[in-house]
């Protein structure tokens, strides 16, 4: 798939996700053969700005349309995010069973891919 055409799926799904025009994404390439991931977004909130980057050189799969929806979900689901991980140091004590069972479920896929 050409770069252009990925752009053009960044701006198709950031509009359907209704992230723009709130949030402002740009997409990056990344051409390190040592990255591992296939995608992945950095978040900066006080700004609304998004980065999300994808594996030009070596992807782990070839539907860069499932891996842009799912990187633009963490984005979407972002705030979501934080209230829960706040919940959860506030409502379980540290280093406890419960606290690392809470993580496990909301950071699900670390480690993975994701």
Not at 58 to 69: L, S, T
Not at 78 to 100: H, K, M, R, W
Request: aromatic share 10%; proline share 4%.
């Amino acid at each position: 798939m050409q770069k252009d055409e990925i752009q053009r799926l960044v701006d198709k799904y950031s509009a359907k996700l209704r992230i723009t025009p709130i949030w402002d994404v740009k997409l990056a390439f990344v051409e390190d053969p040592a990255w591992r991931k296939t995608g992945d977004i950095k978040i900066d909130c006080d700004d609304r700005k998004a980065i999300l980057m994808l594996n030009a050189v070596n992807p782990n799969q070839e539907n860069f349309e499932e891996v842009i929806v799912h990187e633009l979900m963490h984005l979407k689901m972002y705030p979501l995010d934080q209230v829960t991980e706040s919940l959860i140091t506030n409502v379980f004590e540290e280093g406890t069973t419960a606290q690392n069972f809470a993580y496990q479920q909301l950071f699900y896929c670390v480690g993975a891919d994701c």
